[in-house]
């Protein structure tokens, strides 16, 4: 999807790049690379440049915190994803398990997000067992919908997810919530 975007811009090195390395991705630097022009074609940076300038700008973070901070998430992503996409996170089957849960399951995600394509989304909440499930899109958003639709996202947040949270059970100790 990002390739035939970046095609129909006529974005010539985005197309370059995105053609060295088609999905399924073999390297988490073809990750990376799809990412980075996702990104710029949604109008955010690349991400990179977004998650250093979060480091960077971040209310009371030294560069020591930023260089730590940035470090961290560089060996978290090589350890669960891999730079050969065979890390611990790379072999989870999230719907292998049992798929049954005992608290209502909503995801809220941009529609056209291509990091997490939404199909994927609507396929695991179609498969699970809940008090209460949804999917629940954002149209017109992207991976980032809770920050650049962010207003669309609380609107969900009031009328799907809060009469259901407010609900209490009469019994504390169970892990239910149940609609009044």
């Known amino acids: 999807k990002v390739l035939a975007s970046e095609r129909a ?10 053609e060295a390395g088609p999905p399924p991705y073999k390297k988490l630097a073809d990750v990376g690379t799809q990412r980075k022009w996702s990104s710029i074609y949604a109008g955010d940076p690349a991400p990179a440049v977004q998650f250093t300038r979060f480091a960077l ?15 961290g998430f560089m060996a978290s992503q090589n350890h669960f994803l891999g730079p050969n996409l065979e890390g611990e996170f790379m072999k989870v089957d999230l719907t292998a398990g049992n798929m049954a849960f005992a608290l209502p399951v909503f995801i809220i995600q941009g ?12 396929t695991f909440v179609d498969k699970l067992t809940a008090p209460e499930k949804a999917f629940i899109p954002i149209e017109g958003a992207g991976h980032e ?21 407010g609900a209490r059970s009469s019994d504390p100790s169970s892990p239910v919530l149940v609609r009044e």
């Open 57 to 71: 700008l971040a209310p009371r973070y030294s560069l020591g915190d930023a260089w730590s901070y940035i470090s």
């Open 9 to 18: 811009r006529g974005d010539r090195q985005a197309v370059k790049e995105l």
């Open 111 to 122: 529609a056209e997000d291509v990091w997490t394509p939404a199909a994927l989304s609507r």
């Open 145 to 165: 919908a809770l920050v650049r639709n962010t207003p669309e996202f609380l609107k969900a947040m009031r009328e799907r997810v809060r009469p259901i949270a």
